[in-house]
């Protein structure tokens, strides 16, 4: 499951202006109400901690404030008006405007200075090269810093739009050198889990709008969440779902409300379960819903999230599989725009499979918490998607797929997203579950050791909170480890039974 993103190279002097960038190198007011300017003073104040040098800037992204007060204000950083690429920073405030720290992934302040040897068109060409998909155009370019462990270089960001050959559309991020014309790195924006599935919830209830006396797939209830048969298509929105009875589906798939149904359902769960659970407003927690396309393609095994339109897209399957719209994928992709909407972790590396793990755990969490006798809760990842009935990944072991990773190793960055996330999968089912044997499976731990389960409410509010409020865009699997103790101490503790369990989660596939 992929999500499409957009340029992060959007830095133009009226951007900036909009956002209300404060420079690095101005003087911030001594007292002020607005949390962004207050972090941005902070982040000046404690430069050398923070990496803040002359010539950086800051726009805010958003802010998370605690009930006792503490604000996590989540920020982008740019360099001389240019965007730098992993350097995105979460300020934590106490009362009384204390600083707390900040979250990051940069080593060392970005450097600058750097001119272009390289144009925009020649990196265009070279970005266009990288893509496999067909029908491959530049959709956008724009010059960044992109700052890594290795230290900052100039780049161009390019876009590259396409189509694969299963159907899937591409837009392949490409950052290309700007002084060699070398390619730094590429990802796709268009997350996706590369198979497709269904499932039939029985008889449940579907957020409906009369109008015009048509009820309408149109959820008021949840920020608007509507739901378009797309017939095929592969573009635009398609058309509402609609009937004269406020009935969609009769559960066969030869009635295609039936799969429209499916994916308003889980479209609903996973509303329900962030706001319940984490008083979480939608998606972006702006009470603003995103929405659904059913029947994309022809025997289209996938589905997948895109920041671009906002929303959840589902094939029917092809030979051996059904439809795509089951709780935990429902679950799965919304998860997708979450994480975009939070800590933006890249989909290449370590920070990739953190993403994909993300949207496995939170996708197995709405599957518990629909509590559906239809499908009931399970650790499994698309049980539901093939004939066969072959889960396409395991929590408890991942490595029982035949391409996941149970336990860290250096090699594991290097691993596709969807395998590399087996390390952080393992790591949440040891958490909530425990290791050895049970109900739902029977999961080792790569040091021998034993780790008694802490249960999936505690484990779900560990990682949201460290999703949310500690993790940045190139979050390795050692600062998801730094990122969910800090959780777990917010939450219950230093010392307690849960942060402790983390600890041990963490050591028992290998990361320490």
């Known amino acids: 499951m992929r999500r499409t993103t957009l340029l992060s190279g959007l830095a133009t002097a009226a ?20 949390a962004f300017t207050r972090a941005v003073a902070q982040l000046k104040a404690h430069s050398g901690s923070a990496l803040v040098t002359d010539g950086q800037s800051f726009t805010l992204k958003n802010t998370v404030t605690d009930a006792d007060g503490t604000e996590h ?47 925009g068109t020649t990196a265009g060409r070279t970005a266009l090269a990288a893509s496999t998909a067909t029908g491959r155009t530049v959709a956008g370019s724009n010059l ?7 230290g900052t270089a100039l780049a161009y960001e390019v876009v590259v739009g396409g189509t694969y050959a299963d159907g899937t559309p591409s837009e392949l991020h490409v950052l290309v050198d700007a002084t060699t014309g070398k390619i730094r790195d590429s990802w796709e924006g268009v997350e996706r889990d590369g198979t497709g599935n269904t499932f039939h919830s029985g008889s449940v209830p579907v957020g409906t709008t009369l109008s015009g006396g048509t009820f309408q797939l149109n959820d008021g209830a949840r920020g608007g969440h509507k739901t378009y048969d797309l017939n095929g298509g592969t573009t635009g929105t398609g058309t509402l779902v609609t009937n004269t009875l406020n009935v969609f589906g009769d559960g066969i798939l030869t009635n295609s409300q039936t799969t429209a149904a499916d994916a308003a359902y889980g479209a609903a769960e996973t509303w329900d379960y962030y706001k319940n659970t984490f008083g979480r407003n939608g998606i972006r927690n702006d009470g603003v819903a995103a929405y659904s396309r059913v029947h994309y393609s022809t025997n289209y095994a996938n589905a997948f999230w895109s920041d671009s339109c906002f929303c959840m897209t589902y094939g029917d399957g092809g030979s051996g599989w059904y ?10 992709e919304m998860s997708h725009g979450v994480t975009a909407a939070t800590a933006a972790l890249r989909y290449s590396g370590e920070s990739g499979g953190l993403n994909e793990a993300t949207s496995d755990i939170f996708g ?7 509590n559906n006798a239809k499908d009931p809760g399970d650790y499994l990842i698309g049980e539901k998607l093939r004939t066969s009935g072959a889960p396409l990944r395991y ?19 290097r691993l596709d997203v969807h395998y590399s996330s087996g390390v952080a999968n393992h790591f949440f089912y040891l958490l909530a579950v425990g290791s050895g044997s049970s109900s739902y ?26 999703l949310t409020t500690y993790m940045t865009s190139r979050t390795s699997y050692s600062g998801a480890r730094t990122a ?4 777990a101490k917010d939450l219950y503790g230093a010392g307690s039974a849960e942060y402790n369990t983390v600890a041990a989660a963490w050591s028992a596939v290998s990361v320490n």
């Open 15 to 34: 951007l900036l202006a909009a956002a209300g960038t404060v420079p690095a190198s101005a003087s911030a007011a001594p007292v002020s109400s607005d």
């Open 395 to 413: 929590m408890d072991k991942p490595s029982k797929d035949g391409s996941s990773a149970d336990c860290w190793s250096s090699s594991v960055g």
């Open 73 to 119: 204000v989540r920020v982008h950083r740019y360099q001389d008006g240019l965007p730098v690429l992993g350097g995105d920073t979460v300020v934590h405030l106490g009362k009384g405007n204390t600083w707390r720290g900040a979250s990051q992934s940069l080593a060392v302040a970005p450097t600058r200075g750097a001119k272009a040897k390289v144009s």
């Open 323 to 332: 439809p795509l719209t089951s709780l935990d994928v429902a679950g799965h």
């Open 364 to 370: 197995t969490m709405v599957e518990f918490y629909a």
């Open 144 to 150: 960044v810093y992109d700052a890594d462990s290795a």
């Open 484 to 487: 969910t103790l800090s959780a």
């Open 441 to 466: 499976g029977n999961s080792p731990t790569c040091n021998g050791s034993t780790v008694t389960g802490i249960g999936n409410t505690k484990a779900g509010a560990i990682w949201y909170r460290a």
